[in-house]
């Protein structure tokens, strides 16, 4: 089982549509969690990082994380095409810095 | 500015053959990482460095993969005798220092692929 567990879809969503995407983890040391967008043939970009349990808002997205399930998620709202991309969620020991990335979701918004 | 930097972006070799792949970080960033990522897998962790030295290679599938940072700027990613299996793209990415922030910024990628 790997660390990082996240459906790799693919998901395909109307413009306008309330996206939900998410991980699980097995390893609890886990402290701080990601969300990077990929478009294609390019490198990841951060969405959004947060430590603690709870809720991050930015814009459109929020990412939610519970440590006591080992779930994180990311929400987007009024999604656009611009958004179709692949997401990745991704995570870090504390005092280590490496990321563990999970498998990736592409997502497809249509017009 | 300018962002994380690799190259090339694409590159073929035949099985057997060596590869040298470049990553130039974004100026004043002290740790440097290499990532690979198998088509349609998320990134995989393959080596850290802080500055010149490389503080974990954990990530390294095989004694053919080498990496190296001389002068705590541009690294270099090299696969000896390189097999199919090492087809991928190798990410780069660097972080400022701890005090001003941990994203890693992540550069465009270098597409391998092994015949």
């Known amino acids: 089982q790997k660390e990082v567990e996240q459906d790799p879809g693919p998901l395909s969503v109307p413009e306008g549509a309330i996206v939900s995407l998410n991980c699980t983890y097995s390893n609890s040391a886990f402290q701080y969690f990601m969300w990077y967008r990929q478009y294609s043939r390019k490198g990841p970009e951060l969405l959004m990082y947060?430590?603690?349990?709870g809720n991050k808002e930015d814009g459109r997205f929020t990412a939610q994380v519970d440590k006591s399930s080992k779930y994180i998620s990311l929400f987007i709202r009024d999604s656009q095409p611009s958004d179709s991309a692949t997401y990745l969620c991704a995570m870090r020991q504390g005092g280590s810095e490496k990321l563990v990335f999970g498998k990736g979701t592409k997502l497809t918004v249509n017009p | 500015g300018a962002g994380v930097s690799q190259s090339p972006r694409y590159k073929v070799a035949k099985r057997g053959q060596d590869v040298a792949l470049r990553c130039d970080p974004i100026?004043?960033?002290?740790?440097l990482f290499w990532y690979q990522q198998a088509l349609g897998q998320g990134p995989e962790f393959l080596t850290y460095f802080q500055n010149e030295a490389q503080l974990d290679k954990s990530g390294l599938p095989s004694d053919r993969f080498f990496a190296e940072r001389p002068e705590g700027s541009v690294s270099t990613l090299k696969i000896q005798r390189t097999q199919q299996e090492d087809s991928a793209v190798y990410l780069c990415?660097?972080?400022?220092?701890?005090?001003?922030?941990?994203?890693?910024?992540f550069g465009p990628g270098t597409r391998l692929t092994v015949t």
């Open positions: 990415a660097s972080s400022p220092p701890r005090r001003v922030g941990y994203e890693q910024y």
């Open positions: 947060t430590y603690s349990s």
């Open positions: 100026s004043g960033h002290v740790s």
